[in-house]
């Protein structure tokens, strides 16, 4: 069974430019998230997907960063214009069912690089 | 609200010798506690989890970790260190009323010495 599949996998981009993250969970997984992981941290939630529906983006920095999760598949998450600040791993995960204490599957990321 | 303490950012332990990482929630309520592992440009591997039931959990790769109501504790041990554990290990809770959030703590790097 393929894991969740992130890309890139490492992205150089300088400030005020747009980038873009491509995110495709494990098949039949219907609860998408994407992370934030600055260095020596734990990951925080950036947005939370059930199916296509939004449920929580209270974290999500609305005036740079939007998401999309069209067909409630995949995923893309992006931010104009690009700040130093925004500098880290993105990562994104994948679970399934409802039940509070299901596993989330983690991608392995996308390194991001503002200079 | 919910929040998860790790004791330590960096942990060396000798290759063969006992591995403690500690982590410590506090909540109202017992969570959904988690222990996840994270190698070098990888994403986070789950470990082992407790929801219900028996306390002292058994996870992947001899890795164990107990909950205890009472300390509020959720550490990860394994008795003989290994030179892959070397990782970044992370603790996690999820509350059981509300929906499914799930709170990281910091890490803890481990280090293995041969």
């Known amino acids: 069974e393929a894991g969740v599949v992130q890309s890139p996998r490492y992205k150089i981009i300088e400030k005020k430019q747009p980038v873009a993250f491509w995110c495709n969970p494990i098949?039949?997984?219907?609860?998408l998230y994407w992370y934030l992981q600055n260095l020596g941290q734990g990951p925080e939630l950036l947005i939370r997907y059930e199916n296509e529906e939004a449920v929580d983006d209270s974290q999500l920095p609305k005036d740079r960063f939007s998401a999309e999760r069209l067909k409630g598949v995949d995923s893309t998450l992006k931010i104009q214009p690009a700040e130093l600040g925004d500098s880290a791993v993105y990562l994104c995960?994948?679970?399934?069912?409802?039940?509070?204490?299901?596993?989330?599957?983690f991608g392995p990321g996308t390194r991001l690089t503002v200079l | 609200a919910q929040s998860v303490t790790q004791l330590g950012s960096h942990v060396s332990v000798s290759e063969g010798a006992l591995v403690l990482l500690r982590c410590n929630y506090s909540?109202?309520?017992?969570?959904?506690l988690f222990w996840y592992v994270q190698y070098p440009n990888q994403g986070l591997q789950l470990l082992l989890k407790?929801?219900?039931?028996?306390?002292l959990v058994k996870g992947i790769n001899g890795f164990e970790a107990e909950f205890k109501k009472s300390e509020t504790s959720f550490h990860l041990t394994k008795p003989s260190a290994h030179m892959s554990d070397a990782a970044e290990y992370f603790c996690a809770v999820i509350l059981r009323g509300g929906y499914q959030k799930v709170t990281f703590g910091t890490g803890t790097k481990l280090q293995v010495i041969p």
């Open positions: 995960a994948s679970s399934s069912g409802r039940a509070r204490g299901n596993e989330q599957f």
């Open positions: 909540s109202s309520v017992p969570p959904y």
């Open positions: 098949s039949g997984h219907n609860t």
């Open positions: 407790y929801t219900t039931g028996a306390t």
